[in-house]
């Protein structure tokens, strides 16, 4: 359960709540309160609401934008909201106001108040890990109690960032010094995954921030390229290593733990250097010791935090190492400032919540199988990977939360490049092919590198995308330009192709948390509208328990071999190949 705690009042026990608690019950699949939740797996198709939505579709398939611009001359002010320093303008896609009621309604049916309740409570959402979803915890304000099977967690969080703090410190002012007396001007994050995407991206998004003395690197591949090429020019004595991983467990991580491992001993000449040039972040106190990382080097984090949502938590070392604890912060307060708002928010003005509805809306009614995300800002050039993780990892599922199959479209496959490149290569489908794409522009009103007219002429394209996807270039006005007959069909553009976009002042920490965090909730929003557990991962399995079946076969010449016989003649090449 969550509430604030008054200035200076010490932490009530956990049975003195009168707070409803949501925790799942295996046994009857629901989560116990309140009673919208006694039906979680519900098909939301067979819904009322659903099918009234359907019947709108009908009305909406056949308008165009340019239309319903021109019906309402203030809809480019009247479909926006704004929360947390971002601002949203979601006028471009095809919908009215009928639309947003329908979707709030749906909302409203599938319990999304009573699930963000019971997030923000610490149910145990993840009903397939028996585990409490509460990554809102890693950035609540101190004062904040959230408990987690009868513990505040609250104190927890904020003993691990301080921690962080003290160590970020230390590293960032050169008192942290290595095996040979030097200080570090080298950070290597060891992960994959929720390990190294959010830290990689928020890293990249914020490098404007950070202490140029000091360069992180991300090394996730298993693929011995990536550390090699990553290590090649850096000085051991010089650098330090985080092993990021939830589980310690992850065969990337690993390996690469133990090749940076050697790398420095190497170097160094002696065991005893790993103390000053690893720490870890994991859940996974036992195995971090067995690497023999120092405990007092391993910053901690709980099985309530899902990797893709790690980036608040320790994961996040190399984020503040480069920016310091005060920015830390100020990136956490965004979070903060977003999950607020989406918290309390009505539906209506609720950005994470109209972000989700709009992608159910164009996924389950107009079949768009794309979300395209498109910042135009080089800082951001690796938020569409990080999101790619965030949001098919936790929606790319064909069960609902009982394991019923769904029988309707779920997580469309989200991808993205900066802008302006991407207008110099795939942007003629989105204007002109027959996909259907979703696109999402993120935009700043001020540069953090003002040089010149480059940010005029950097939003201006983003504005202008926007536009032509919106409202196309029809035969009649290509033909008024005088362009031979034969030639119009070519260079007509059809328009009615939907975009969001969403503005901020400037890129900051905050705003970057704000970001995020919007996100994330309009992907658990989703997950809510379509019945399924955006919170487990079992898909990511198969592949690894089979790998772990191949390695000894591409290790031996001569094992047999017992898988189908596509993989068998494979490694068989492999091994010839390897012979010879
Ligand atoms: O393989 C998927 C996954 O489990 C992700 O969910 C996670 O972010 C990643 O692997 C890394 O896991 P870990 O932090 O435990 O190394």
């Not at 800082?379 to 990977?385: E, G, I, M, N, V």
């Not at 009103?445 to 196309?472: K, V």
């Amino acid at each position: 359960m969550m509430r604030r705690q008054p200035p200076g009042a010490a932490v009530a026990p956990a049975a003195a709540s009168l707070a409803p608690q949501f925790n799942y019950c295996p046994a009857t699949r629901i989560y116990g309160f309140p009673s919208e939740m006694t039906e979680p797996t519900i098909n939301p198709t067979t819904r009322p609401e659903w099918r009234a939505l359907q019947d709108h579709y009908a009305t909406i398939k056949i308008t165009h934008l340019r239309d319903l611009f021109a019906a309402d001359p203030r809809r480019g002010e009247r479909f926006t909201a704004e929360a947390a320093g971002l601002y949203l303008d979601y006028s471009k896609p095809r919908l009215t106001d009928e639309t947003i009621t329908r979707l709030g309604a749906l909302a409203h049916a599938c319990g999304l108040s009573e699930h963000i309740a019971a997030m923000f409570n610490g149910a145990k959402l993840n009903l397939t890990e028996d585990r409490a979803v509460l990554h809102v915890a890693l950035r609540a304000a101190r004062d904040t109690v959230i408990t987690v099977d009868g513990r505040n967690v609250v104190p927890d969080v904020y003993a691990v960032l301080d921690r962080m703090a003290a160590f970020s410190e230390q590293v960032r002012s050169g008192a942290w010094r290595g095996h040979t007396g030097k200080p570090i001007r080298h950070i290597v994050n060891l992960g994959i995954g929720g390990s190294d995407l959010g830290p990689l991206m928020a890293y990249e998004a914020l490098r404007h921030y950070s202490l140029r003395a000091l360069t992180c690197h991300f090394v996730s591949n298993v693929d011995a390229t990536d550390f090699a090429e990553t290590v090649r020019d850096l000085d051991p004595a010089e650098t330090l290593f985080i092993v990021a991983s939830k589980t310690f467990t992850t065969l990337e991580t690993m390996a690469n733990a133990q090749t940076a491992r050697a790398w420095l001993v190497a170097g160094l000449g002696d065991e005893a250097a790993v103390a000053k040039h690893f720490v870890a972040v994991s859940t996974n106190a036992a195995a971090v010791g067995q690497f023999g990382i120092d405990p007092a080097n391993m910053f901690g984090f709980w099985d309530w935090v899902g990797g893709r949502y790690s980036l608040p938590s320790a994961i996040g070392l190399s984020t503040m190492l480069a920016l310091g604890a005060e920015a830390y912060h100020e990136l956490l307060g965004g979070f903060r400032a977003m999950d607020e708002h989406f918290r309390t928010a009505p539906f209506a003005q609720n950005l994470p919540v109209l972000m989700g509805l709009l992608n159910v809306w164009y996924s389950n009614f107009f079949g768009a199988q794309t979300v395209a995300v498109l910042p135009y800002d080089q800082y951001l050039r690796r938020f569409p990977a990080y999101l790619q993780q965030l949001t098919m990892e936790s929606n790319g599922k064909a069960v609902r939360r009982d394991g019923v199959p769904v029988d309707y479209q779920t997580c469309p496959i989200f991808w993205g490049e900066p802008g302006t490149n991407g207008q110099h290569s795939f942007y003629q489908l989105i204007h002109q092919g027959t996909k259907l794409v979703v696109c999402d522009f993120i935009g700043f009103c001020h540069s953090l590198n003002p040089l010149g007219e480059h940010h005029n002429l950097l939003l201006a394209n983003m504005l202008a995308q926007a536009e032509a996807m919106a409202f196309g270039k029809p035969g009649e006005a290509v033909a008024a330009e005088g362009v031979p007959a034969w030639l119009v069909p070519h260079r007509t553009f059809p328009g009615n192709r939907p975009s969001s976009t969403i503005l901020a002042d400037r890129l900051t920490p905050a705003v970057l948390g704000a970001l995020v965090a919007l996100y994330e909730h309009s992907v658990f929003t989703q997950s809510v509208i379509w019945g399924i557990n955006a919170f487990d991962q079992w898909g990511v399995e198969l592949g690894k328990a089979l790998a772990g079946r191949i390695i000894p076969d591409l290790a031996s010449a001569t094992s047999p071999l017992t898988h189908d016989s596509s993989t068998n003649a494979l490694i068989r090449r492999y091994r010839a190949a390897r012979e010879g």
